[in-house]
């Protein structure tokens, strides 16, 4: 919760708490202001969905800017389920919440496939769950761990699942 982060940090500076609310709000405004989707983003939802995937997020984001972020992106109605870090009390790289996604997606946990853009949080955490991954490459920082396929564009997926079979 980015409210509890600028309530702990005023304390730590031992400033009135009171301005953290503001401060939250300030930061989400910026924020939503600049999300925009990468091109090709919803096509590529649209197409995994015609091939018969279940599309899910599994973010660290608490629910209510989760689905803001989706609907600023037209995406939300290309979305089958959410998990939220606040669902299972736990953040990625927790193995709880890629548990929670292969249950709501209705499968094993490697029947399922993690798409992530943090190498740590995403990536090494869906291998630890079980899970395959895929490494959205959005910067240099970072390795991805041996064997995982890289991509550096979402539209970029389909073509690599079909190259997987």
């Known amino acids: 919760s980015r409210l509890i982060r600028y309530q702990l940090i005023l304390e730590m500076l031992g400033l009135p708490i009171f301005h953290a609310p503001r401060m939250e709000k300030r930061y989400w405004d910026a924020y939503f202001t600049q999300v925009k989707p990468e091109p090709g983003t919803r096509e590529t939802l649209e197409k995994l969905r015609g091939l018969g995937f279940r599309i899910g997020v599994g973010t660290n984001m608490t629910a209510p800017q989760q689905y803001e972020k989706l609907r600023l992106l037209g995406l939300l109605a290309l979305v089958d389920f959410m998990v939220c870090s606040e669902e299972v009390n736990a953040e990625k790289p927790d ?3 890629f548990a929670r996604c292969a249950e709501k997606a209705g499968c094993a946990a490697g029947e399922c496939l993690f798409v992530g853009d943090d190498p740590e949080r995403d990536i090494r955490g869906a291998l630890a769950a079980g899970m395959p991954a895929v490494w959205l490459r959005r910067s240099d ?7 995982v396929p890289v991509i550096e564009k979402l539209d970029a997926l389909p073509a690599l699942l079909a190259a997987m079979k």
Do not use: M, N, R
């Open 95 to 97: 193995p709880k919440l």
């Open 141 to 147: 920082t970072g390795e991805a761990p041996e064997g």
